[in-house]
């Protein structure tokens, strides 16, 4: 049984929810979300979003509390925004933008520039003697994390001196080097 997908979501102020034809819309004062579905009913009532489930074979439970959370983030996300920060770690690692474009100096013999989508807002920090930090902005949860992946991706952190590029407040696992 899924405890996530008996869960109502809230319907904050200033959002409205469609339900028609298999899509869901989601508008609110970030943006407009869509979303498709299939084999779960989902309905709108008293200020709540409703995921009902009419068997209890496998793929419905698996796909109730899957689009619980996916109208949880939606809702969330029009509403108040979703961000991610990454943090450069590393000697001569620095980052900036112009516009949607992210220009990303890592240690290779070029700069690596990423054309951000419009939807995605960049904000580079640079203060000195500090780590450089992206800031990703957006409305669209899953839209957010691909691009910040796609960034780590770059230089993923590595275990014995822990440079490259990590998200922040994340914990690594590191290794003790060699020893003499």
Same mark, same amino acid.
């Given at each position: ?11 904050p102020e200033?959002? !409205?929810?469609?339900v028609k ?8 004062? %970030?943006?407009?979300? !869509? ?9 709108? =009532?008293?200020?709540?979003? %409703? ?18 959370? *996916? ?5 969330e996300g ?8 990454? =943090? ?34 960049? =904000? !580079? ?17 899953? *839209? ?37």
């Amino acid at each position: 049984m899924s405890r996530i997908g008996n869960n109502p979501v809230a319907i904050p102020e200033g959002v !409205t929810v469609d339900v028609k034809d298999s899509v869901v819309t989601v508008k609110g004062k %970030l943006g407009e979300l !869509t979303q498709p579905y299939d084999t779960v009913e989902i309905k709108v =009532e008293d200020g709540n979003v %409703l995921v009902t489930r009419s068997a209890d074979n496998k793929e419905q439970k698996a796909k109730h509390g899957l689009y619980r959370s *996916l109208m949880h983030n939606m809702i969330e996300g029009v509403s108040k925004g979703w961000t991610k920060e990454l =943090e450069l770690v590393g000697v001569g690692y620095r980052a900036s933008n112009q516009g949607q474009k992210l220009d990303l100096a890592l240690g290779f013999s070029h700069n690596i520039i990423l054309d951000v989508a419009p939807e995605v807002k960049i =904000e !580079t920090i640079s203060e000195k003697g500090k780590n450089p930090i992206v800031k990703l902005t957006s409305h669209d949860k899953q *839209l957010v994390g691909q691009v910040a992946a796609k960034i780590r991706g770059f230089r993923k952190p590595e275990p014995y001196k822990g440079k490259g590029i990590k998200f922040v407040g994340e914990e690594l696992r590191r290794k003790a080097g060699k020893s003499a």
